[in-house]
Nanobody, 123 residues
């Protein structure tokens, strides 16, 4: 059973940066893709970015392109989300997810989820 633990969230001013981390443990060799999703109050969970664990191939939501970068360190079983030029619209709980079969934008495809980390961007 894979466990995912996010960290790195917090309060930042608009224009600032944060780096989120997601540490995976337990059965990590079964993971093919990992993704970041976010959910703002009153909104549905939305895709942010995903990465294929072996190749490092990435996918980004339009809202993340040019500002966010997803990366992984397989030796540490950790995935990162570097977020730059943050705006109040980026305020949300950010979730890490792992998929046993693919790197995908579809939340329902992911097999494992972390508990989330809060990101708040003040104006």
């Amino acid at each position: 059973q894979v466990q995912l633990v996010e960290s790195g969230g917090g309060l930042v001013q608009a224009g600032g940066s944060l780096r989120l981390s997601c540490a995976a443990s337990g059965g990590t060799t079964s993971i093919v893709g990992m993704g970041w999703f976010r959910q703002a109050p009153g909104k549905e969970r939305e895709f942010v970015a995903a990465i294929e664990r072996s190749s490092g191939s990435t996918l980004y939501a339009d809202s993340a392109k040019g500002r966010f970068t997803i990366s992984r360190d397989n030796a540490k079983n950790t995935v990162y989300l570097q977020m730059n030029s943050l705006t109040p619209e980026d305020t949300a709980v950010y979730y890490c997810a792992a998929d046993r079969s693919a790197r995908t934008v579809v939340a329902a495809r992911y097999n494992y989820w972390g508990h989330g980390t809060q990101v708040t961007v003040s104006s």
